[in-house]
């Protein structure tokens, strides 16, 4: 439940209180001295507005002479944790785990709140939602929505801020930066005395029922709305108001006329905009971490340096691998393709003993290179730039090459060692012995990994934290900003709480990526400590009926923690969809990563589909993990995967309501390998002026064509019901009319998808 405070408000306390007693002063009979509307007693508060309202309100005072109103709700202070104010506001959402744990979302991105707002009997309220940044300062004000009156519940999409696509290093970012941090979300509830009033008074006219009280009391409630601070009106609509409080005091004219001044659609735009807001009671304040850039929004690219650039001897036959040098070309694909971020695996020297040999034998040939993961040789650890890679010197100029591109590098740290790792021999504490004194190596059995030995953190583990944070600093003044964490559920959720601190108290741009698939709990725990972002099991949703299950969860208050990277293959993961279905399948798991999630990512080779498994196993056959890679990037063009990949970032970039976690709707096909959802954001977030909605329909089957009928319930998003919509296709720039009902056609061998924007 969340608590009731004192928060700042447009009506401060002593407002609501001028305005109690200045309601109490005019309840007398109508035989009785003339008096004003309280309204206007309590306006002559504000001396520097009483000169001016005065004159606007003298003629509507004439006609309210005489009148006298209820006294409106007051705001009472709730001054205590757990006290309530006038009005009812409990459970809102996201809430707080235990309040320590703020729900994340990235600068700029649109999200949502919701909660119950209420109040006794049948009394009307609204609701109101305020943001404000890590100074206090109001950022942004929105009208709550009633979603379903039974249970009370409200909400409104909002944001902390505006979304930009600095990085760290750039010109600008410093102001970036000054906006991140624990911001607020207020929800003030508050009695809305025209809606109240409008719903008697319509059925009092009707059948002709107490109909001067009625609408006397009407016209006292409009004079005391156009005097009312809270309400921001300007002149025009102030004076507005007070002609219609005097049209529909005015007993000489019929009640359908006098009711007609106040219900009326230009009375019904400002109770919209500028309502009159009685008993504001403000809500306990939720936080909400605003994050940098790329927490949420961004396209990942992984390659291998050392397949990046690798040729053939024509001599030898053997390969030459490649390098950092090399791995430029890498660079400029990334970029060439729109993604953001260039993701490389471990780059450290790779031991010798018990290396594995090709597709993960366990007895490594003379020319195998070893495991990347396989980490630490006589010639150094995690610490150390491999010299077949060549010198930090090399990965230094990589990263200022991916700078000037834009492009941001991630560097994976396993935190595992092989058994030549100098910490093997300097630190023998930090790896588990079995009984006859040798070193455990890992296992997550049937699978063994006999090149690797695993850390025990019991004996040492602030020493192990103290390294760890050691060498990460180090690639972090190299260059890298995010880290991409390999297995961290592996390890103790308590060692990345106080690594992650540390590291991003001297470093808070820094960024990190769980590589997790395990219990819900254990990543609920590991986003708590500071993992922006992690991997997910997209890669197994692959039927209509998965997907519709799984994109709502990774869309929706999941997403305000577990910020999940949609991949369609990875070095480890080659399932059975990508492997069945060729060019199609791989263009289908591309729209459905790019636009099911903000954040997604491809592992090269993707573009060749590389889709051939190792018999028995969800992962290629010929694994990079375990050998160099030699490709002909010529090829890529004939499949036209590549270019896919460089539309859809293309699209991502340009639709504000790509960037959000929080605004995806599954939409209803009668095709059972026909999915459709779409994504909106509202017009006040999107940054442009304008409402920006994409609807995706995907064919899921890659060898057969399906036509299917795709329910759009306009009203739930926010879109236009009289009128056909006009719809683009972002992939083929195509337009077509829809409406609530609507015909698609997807084949293969010609669209396997339509991404609409709604003009």
Request: proline share 7%; glycine share 8%.
């Amino acid at each position: 439940m969340a608590v009731q405070h004192s928060a700042d408000s447009r009506t401060s306390e002593t407002d609501s209180l001028e305005a109690t007693k200045a309601a109490q002063t005019t309840k007398v009979s109508k035989s009785s001295k003339a008096v004003k509307s309280k309204a206007t007693s309590r306006s002559k508060t504000t001396k520097t507005t009483r000169k001016r309202v005065d004159a606007e309100t003298a003629r509507a005072n004439a006609a309210l002479k005489g009148l006298t109103g209820e006294a409106p709700a007051p705001s009472i202070p709730a001054d205590e944790p757990g006290q309530f104010g006038r009005i009812n506001v409990m459970d809102i959402t996201p809430g707080e785990e235990r309040g320590i744990y703020p729900a994340r979302v990235e600068l700029g991105e649109p999200f949502k709140v919701t909660a119950q707002v209420f109040i006794e009997g049948r009394t009307k309220v609204g609701a109101t939602a305020i943001v404000r940044n890590a100074r206090g300062k109001e950022t942004l004000r929105r009208a709550m929505t009633c979603t379903n009156p039974g249970l009370d519940r409200w909400e409104v999409t909002l944001k902390c801020g505006e979304h930009s696509d600095l990085k760290p290093w750039e010109d600008g970012y410093a102001a970036v930066k000054r906006q991140l941090g624990e911001w607020t979300v207020t929800i003030e509830g508050w009695e809305d005395t025209y809606k109240s009033w409008l719903h008697d008074a319509r059925i009092k006219v009707k059948v002709q029922d107490d109909v001067d009280n009625a609408l006397n009391s009407g016209a006292e409630l409009l004079a005391r709305w156009a005097v009312t601070p809270d309400a921001g009106l300007p002149a025009r609509e102030r004076k507005a108001l007070q002609q219609a409080a005097e049209t529909m005091a005015d007993e000489s004219l019929s009640a359908e006329d006098r009711l007609a001044a106040g219900d009326n659609p230009h009375i019904a735009a400002l109770h919209e905009t500028n309502p009159l807001r009685d008993g504001i009671s403000p809500s306990q304040p939720q936080c909400f971490k605003v994050e940098r850039p790329k927490s949420s929004f961004a396209a990942w690219y992984q390659f291998f340096p050392r397949s990046e650039g690798a040729t053939i001897d024509p001599n030898t036959g053997k390969i030459i691998q490649g390098t950092l040098k090399t791995s430029i070309a890498g660079l400029e694909r990334a970029k060439a393709e729109g993604f953001d971020i260039v993701y490389l695996p471990p780059i450290f020297p790779i031991g010798v003993t018990n290396r594995k040999g090709r597709n993960n034998s366990l007895v490594a040939g003379p020319d195998d290179p070893g495991s990347p993961f396989g980490i630490g040789s006589e010639l150094g650890g995690h610490d150390t730039v491999d010299p077949l890679l060549g010198t930090m010197d090399d990965f230094k100029a990589l990263t200022a090459r991916a700078h000037e591109l834009g492009l941001e590098i991630a560097l994976d740290f396993a935190l595992q060692c092989s058994p030549d790792h100098p910490w093997v021999k300097q630190h023998p504490d930090w790896f588990r012995h079995k009984p006859d004194g040798t070193i455990a190596f890992a296992e997550n059995p049937p699978k063994k990994y006999q090149d690797i030995y695993p850390i025990d953190f019991n004996a040492d583990m602030p020493g192990i934290e103290k390294e760890v944070e050691r060498v990460l600093n180090l690639w972090i003044d190299a260059g890298v900003t995010i880290f991409r964490i390999d297995n961290p559920h592996t390890k103790p959720v308590r060692f990345w709480q106080d690594v992650i601190a540390a590291v991003t108290k001297k470093h808070p741009e820094i960024l990190f990526l769980a590589e997790a698939f395990t219990r819900p709990g254990m990543m609920r725990a590991l986003s708590y400590v500071g993992f922006t972002q992690s991997h997910c099991y997209f890669p197994w949703r692959n039927t209509k009926e998965e997907l519709e299950e799984y994109l709502p969860v990774t869309n929706g208050d999941d997403g305000y923690y577990q910020h999940n990277t949609f991949w369609p293959t990875t070095p480890d993961i080659l399932t059975a969809y990508v492997r069945d279905n060729g060019i199609a399948g791989h263009c289908v798991r591309a729209v459905l990563a790019a636009m099911g999630s903000p954040s997604w990512g491809i592992y090269n080779g993707f573009e060749l589909i590389e889709n051939k498994q190792r018999p028995g196993f969800e992962e290629q056959i010929d694994n990079e993990k375990y050998e160099v890679k030699v490709r002909d990037w010529s090829k890529a063009a004939r499949y036209g995967v590549a270019k896919m990949l460089t539309s859809l970032n293309k699209i991502r970039r340009a639709h504000p309501a790509a960037l959000s976690y929080h605004n995806l709707t599954v939409l209803p096909t009668s095709d059972p390998n026909i999915l459709a959802f779409a994504r909106h954001t509202p017009a006040e977030l999107t940054g442009t002026g304008q409402a920006d909605t994409l609807i995706v329909v995907v064919n899921l089957d890659g060898h057969n064509a399906h036509q299917s009928m795709v329910h759009v319930d306009l009203d739930k998003l926010g879109l236009p019901t009289d009128r056909p919509l006009t719809v683009r296709d972002e992939l083929t720039g195509r337009e077509f009319q829809w409406g609530w009902d609507n015909y698609v056609s997807l084949a293969p061998w010609a669209d396997v998808a339509h991404i609409l924007s709604v003009q």
